[in-house]
């Protein structure tokens, strides 16, 4: 069973920095995709940033510029680095990937992490 564990959640300043990470346990034959998304309360979960193994890399808007996605795939790993953050960027982070289980896999699976708290102070 594929596992998911965030870190790296916290409380900071504004214009100040955080990095997350999202570390996968369990077998894997290849990570299709790894996105982070976020949820405030009282709103709806969206995607930040996602990156594919076909080195696409895509940003919500409110993001560019701010917030880098990377991954270690020899680690399983992600890293979602948080610059410039700003009061709205407050909410639970949350870790999802993309992946094929074994090399003869016909479907992909999708698994999400607990999720991280990332408050922004002003």
């Known amino acids: 069973q594929v596992q998911l564990v965030e870190s790296g959640g916290g409380l900071v300043q504004a214009g100040r920095s955080l990095r997350l990470s999202c570390a996968a346990s369990g077998s894997i034959f290849s990570i299709n995709a790894m996105n982070w998304y976020r949820q405030a309360p009282g709103k709806q979960r969206e995607l930040v940033a996602s990156?594919?193994?076909?080195?696409?890399?895509n940003y919500a808007d409110s993001v560019k510029g701010r917030f880098t996605i990377s991954r270690d795939d020899a680690k399983n790993t992600g890293y979602l680095q948080m610059s410039s953050l700003k009061p709205e960027d407050t909410a639970v982070y949350y870790c999802?990937?993309?992946?094929?289980?074994?090399?003869?896999?016909?479907?992909?699976?999708?698994?999400w992490g607990q999720g991280t708290q990332v408050t922004v102070s002003s």
């Open positions: 990156a594919t193994t076909g080195g696409r890399i």
């Open positions: 999802n990937i993309v992946v094929r289980l074994t090399s003869a896999s016909k479907v992909l699976n999708s698994y």
